[in-house]
């Protein structure tokens, strides 16, 4: 049984950075996972931010980004912005169309 | 502008069965995977099933194995999840995922979502 883990809850102050992080129980997380980024608000679908570890959706905002970050998935939100406050989940690729998420990760600007 | 719309959710008796449908448009249908998540109240994402383009690749999570079954139809642009043996904890909001690629199913993720059929499981 696969994994996936994200910090439950995290705060940050309006204009701050914060960097969310995704880790797997079957080892350091590499490109080879595809890490993928969707933040969801209440009562709303997902919304894809950020496909193949750093790469942006055109409607993705330039404050977040993705990449790798001591063997896990990272997504950094930089200036954040009051209407940033969601929950962000990631997705990981095992090959053999096997995918699984995290947890998530509730973010609460404050 | 592409849509996804899903339907067929509704209240079943625990054993019983439910068939989703995914409508899709605003994109070329066949040239892409695509996907089932599902979200149990108040909890997280879980990813259910994935299908590749021309349905030569499909992949299931280990707790819907053996009972739901993914297929689609690109002349009808319709993506569909056949729901066995449902149990209580199947109960959740079904969503339909486009992917980014059409062959390799999830390994570069997906864009679009639609907004989610509601399967409730109760006697």
């Known amino acids: ?110 | 502008e592409v849509q996804l719309v899903e339907s067929g959710g509704g209240l079943v008796q625990p054993g019983r069965s439910l068939r989703l449908s995914c409508a899709a448009s605003g994109f070329t249908f066949d040239d892409y995977a695509m996907h089932w998540v599902r979200q149990a109240p108040g909890k997280g994402l879980e990813w259910v099933s994935g299908i590749s383009w021309n349905s030569g690749s499909i992949g299931y999570a280990d707790s819907v194995k053996g009972r739901f079954t993914i297929s689609r139809d690109n002349a009808k642009n319709s993506l569909y999840l056949q729901m066995n043996s449902l149990r209580a904890e199947d109960m959740a909001l079904y969503y339909c995922a486009k992917d980014l690629d059409g062959s390799i199913v999830g390994a570069r993720g997906f864009d679009y979502w639609g907004q989610g059929t509601l399967v409730t499981v109760s006697s």
């Open chain 1, 1 to 110: 049984q696969t994994v996936v883990t994200q910090e439950p809850s995290l705060t940050v102050s309006p204009g701050g950075t914060v960097t969310l992080t995704c880790a797997s129980s079957t080892g350091a997380v590499t490109s080879g996972y595809y890490p993928n980024w969707f933040q969801q608000k209440p009562g709303q679908a997902p919304r894809a931010l950020i496909y193949s570890t750093s790469n942006k959706h055109s409607w993705t905002p330039a404050r977040f980004s993705g990449s790798l970050l001591g063997g896990k998935a990272a997504l950094t939100l930089s200036g954040v912005q009051p209407e940033d406050e969601a929950e962000y989940y990631c997705l990981l690729y095992y090959g053999g169309a096997q995918l699984v998420f995290g947890g998530g990760t509730k973010l609460t600007v404050l």
